[in-house]
Each structure stands twice: as structure tokens, then as C-alpha cells.
């Protein structure tokens, strides 16, 4: 028998690409919501999108036999956020092998690594200052000089700032238009060169670097077919670390607005670890970031009775799924103790993508960036003595990404 046929609710017009830019965060749950669908169609950068929103959509859009991602990615993404050749747009044997390269350096004792690094860089940083800090910018420069240091690049201490304002138009301006566009991609240009030049002497052995960090491995990795990767794409990956990490630091700021906004949850998260790590979640949860995990159908199928055509742009909405009053109570409610009673389910909580990190393109970097918000939370709740000025923080919901601009003034 074959299943009732829905048509996929669609929106007319030619292309909504202009109100995905003033809608923002809230473009596909304003549709979903419309259309009473957690399915829609819509049309964006000229071309036909599917968009999904909930726990059930997040469980379709992660089967690999529906969906592959190679070119997936719209190319000016690619430009600037992702870089070509690097393991979002892989499929398969190809991808699994690659990422494998990425989930090796996420064992236990990396990760302590990464957090003791950010403990002692946030210390350098804020020892003797008894300035007003803007969090953001303070964030950049602790977790460019992390960044460096765990991946193994080297770098002289006075080279993090032009690292730093080099990594952070990579995913500050990925989604802007016109000339911040445009610095994105010669940003992106300037580290692919840069970091080929390092991959290209590492291999003929005129520097030496730490051989356990990644900048090593990554350079003396084999594909699949036992050949080492062309070092633009070591480049791409390699920037697949330090990129992210470095953009730990829009979370940072959205941990310090939090505590700025909700200074009573601030108080719950003093109280133990896992408080600590409550307040961390639920700052993933509620704040928007990453917008929406983008694929293309495999082949025409059919699935609660809506047909995906091949090849058919989709998107999954993250924002939205976390806010899906079908899965969070009071979902618009900053509740840290919410995540007492999480079952933790690999769909339902996906602000950093979801299902399986090694069979599919679930986000390599979830635990450190976990990590490194506690850590950093902690030092702030326990550590610092500051107070938070008269100031005008916030952000809109089509700013992308969000910056709150939170500043604090230590108390000398
Ligand atoms: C700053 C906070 C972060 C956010 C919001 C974030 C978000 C995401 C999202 C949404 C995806 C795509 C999921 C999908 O396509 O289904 C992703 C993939 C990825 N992320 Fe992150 N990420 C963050 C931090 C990190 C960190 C710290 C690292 C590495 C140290 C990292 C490395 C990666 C890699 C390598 C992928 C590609 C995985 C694949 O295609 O298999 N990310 N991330």
C-alpha cells in the first residue's frame, strides 16, 4: 500500500534569500509556523529549499542513505566559513576516513589539554587588569593563542592578534554581502596560504613542529588510498580546528550575557559541576548560533507522505529545533535545570549539529567547545572579581552571528 501524499507546503515567490536576512534566526520557524508544517519549501540563492525543523526531521536529515553532502554547502559558504575540500562536503568511506583524522584528537586527555590551556591563557589575560573588558574581544585573543597552541602551529606571542583578526572574519562575515564578504574570502585565501606553506616544510623536514599535535598529524595523513592529502586541504582542515575554536568565543560572550541577564541561574550554576555544565547547555540551547545543517537529497523518496526530489537543497533548523515547544517546555525560558532531567537524546538538542560524530557530520568540536564554555564559566563564577558596568548589551535575531558585546570591569 502506498502512504498518503502530502504536498510540502511552499512559499510563492522566486526567492526569499532577502528575508532569511532580515527574519534571521526565526526564517524557517515563521514559515513552519504559517504553514503549521515541520516541513516547508521555500526558494533561496535561486534555487528550491526544503526546510525541517523538529527531533523526527532531525533523525531524517541525518540518514546518510537520504542525503549526501558533497557540494552541498552554497558555494559562497564554501568561499568563506568551510573552505573547499574539507571534510563537510564528503560522503561515504571518504568521509568516515576523514573524520576519523578530526574525532582522534578528541580522546580524554586532549580535551583536558584544550582546558587547561584556556585556564591559563584566561589568567594571563586578566592578571594585573583592572580595565573594562569587552568579553568578545578578550575571547578572541584567549582562544587564538589556545587554538595555536593545541593544534601545534607555531607562533610567536606577539603573532595572536593578526591570527586572531585574521580567523575571526572567517565566520564573523561569512553570511554578510558586499565588502565584509569579500574580507572573508581574503582572510580565507591569506591562512590556506599560510598553513600550506607550514604543511609543504613540515614534509620536507625545514621545520620542526610537535609531533603529537595536529598540524603534524594532519600534514602526514594518508586518504583512503594510502596517498597524503594535497596540503590545500590539510590547510582547510586545519583551519576546520582553529577557526571553530577561535569562534568559541561568540559562546563566551553569550556565557558572560547570560550571567549579565539571569544573575539568579548564575547563582545555580556556583552551586556544583554539574550546575556549571546546566548553564553551559542551556547557553547553547537558548542563544542562537550555527543557523541550519545544510544537505541534498540522495534520490526521490517518500517520507510521511512528502516527496523529496534528488538532489533537492535542505535545511535543517537548529535554532528552531532547539526552541521546538514539542520538545522543550517553555522553550523561550532561560532554564539552566532544564538539562537535569535531559535524556540526551542524539536529535533533539542539535545546536552543534546532531547524530553520530564518526558515521556522520555531527560537529567534530562539541566537546571542547563544551569544555572550554565550563572552564571559562567557572573561572568567571569563581575566579574573577569584576562587576558588570551600565551598558547596552544584546543582539538581534538576524545578527549572524550573535554578539552581545557583554563587558565587565575587574575589580582591581
Ligand atoms: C563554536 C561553536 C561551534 C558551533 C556552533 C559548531 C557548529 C557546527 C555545526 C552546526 C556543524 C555542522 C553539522 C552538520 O553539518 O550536520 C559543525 C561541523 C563541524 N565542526 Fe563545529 N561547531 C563549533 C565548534 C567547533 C570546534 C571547536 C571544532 C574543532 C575543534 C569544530 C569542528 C567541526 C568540524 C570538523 C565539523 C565538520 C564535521 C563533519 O562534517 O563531519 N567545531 N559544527
Known amino acids: 500500500m502506498s502512504e498518503e501524499q502530502h504536498k510540502i507546503p511552499k512559499e510563492p515567490g522566486l526567492d526569499h534569500t532577502l528575508e532569511l536576512l532580515k527574519e534571521g534566526y526565526h526564517f524557517i520557524v515563521n514559515r513552519a509556523n504559517k504553514f503549521d508544517s515541520r516541513v516547508i519549501q521555500t526558494r533561496l540563492l535561486g534555487e528550491k529549499a526544503i526546510c525541517l525543523v523538529g527531533k523526527e526531521e532531525a533523525e531524517l536529515f541525518y540518514d546518510n542513505s537520504r542525503f549526501f553532502r558533497q557540494e552541498a554547502a552554497p558555494s559562497r559558504v564554501q568561499k568563506t566559513l568551510l573552505g573547499v575540500g574539507g571534510v563537510q562536503g564528503l560522503d561515504g568511506e571518504e568521509h568516515r576516513h576523514r573524520k576519523a583524522m578530526f574525532m582522534a584528537f578528541m580522546t580524554e586527555a586532549s580535551l583536558e589539554e584544550v582546558q587547561s590551556l584556556a585556564k591559563k591563557e584566561w589568567k594571563r589575560l586578566l592578571e594585573n587588569s583592572n580595565d573594562e573588558i569587552k568579553i568578545y574581544d578578550a575571547a578572541q585573543i584567549v582562544l587564538t593563542r589556545v587554538a595555536l597552541r593545541w593544534t601545534g602551529v607555531p607562533f610567536k606571542n606577539d603573532e595572536a592578534e593578526d591570527w586572531a583578526s585574521s580567523l575571526s572574519p572567517l565566520f564573523e562575515m561569512a553570511s554578510n554581502i558586499g565588502p565584509k564578504h569579500l574580507k572573508s574570502r581574503w582572510s580565507r585565501v591569506q591562512l590556506e596560504n599560510k ?116 538532489n533537492t537543497m535542505t535545511l535543517l533548523d537548529l535554532y528552531g529545533t532547539n526552541h521546538d515547544p514539542n520538545i522543550w517546555k517553555k522553550p523561550h525560558e532561560f532554564n539552566p535545570s532544564r538539562f537535569k532531567d535531559w535524556e540526551g537524546s542524539p536529535f533533539d538538542f542539535i545546536p552543534q549539529g546532531g547524530g553520530e560524530f564518526d558515521m556522520g557530520h555531527r560537529c567534530a568540536g562539541e566537546w571542547i567547545t563544551i569544555d572550554i564554555m565550563r572552564v571559562t564559566l567557572d573561572y568567571f563564577l569563581n575566579d574573577v572579581e569584576y562587576v558588570f558596568p551600565d551598558q547596552k548589551s544584546g543582539f538581534d535575531m538576524n545578527d549572524i552571528p550573535p554578539i552581545s558585546g557583554v563587558t565587565i570591569k575587574i575589580r582591581g
Open 195 to 310: 598553513i600550506e606553506g607550514l604543511v609543504k616544510k613540515i614534509r620536507d623536514d625545514s621545520i620542526r613542529v610537535d609531533q603529537t599535535k595536529a598540524l603534524y598529524h594532519f600534514s602526514w595523513h594518508k586518504d583512503i588510498n594510502g596517498e597524503l592529502l594535497d596540503p590545500h586541504v590539510v590547510a582547510v582542515e586545519v583551519l576546520n580546528l582553529l577557526r571553530p575554536i577561535v569562534a568559541i568565543s561568540v559562546y563566551v560572550d553569550l556565557t558572560l550575557f547570560a550571567v549579565y541577564e539571569h544573575p539568579e541561574e548564575a547563582d545555580y550554576a556556583r552551586q556544583s559541576h554539574d550546575n556549571l555544565q546546566h548553564f553551559i547547555q542551556e547557553v547553547r540551547r537558548y542563544y542562537p548560533f550555527f543557523p541550519a545543517a545544510i544537505a541534498r537529497v540522495k534520490k526521490d523518496f517518500t517520507w510521511k507522505g512528502y516527496q523529496f526530489k534528488e
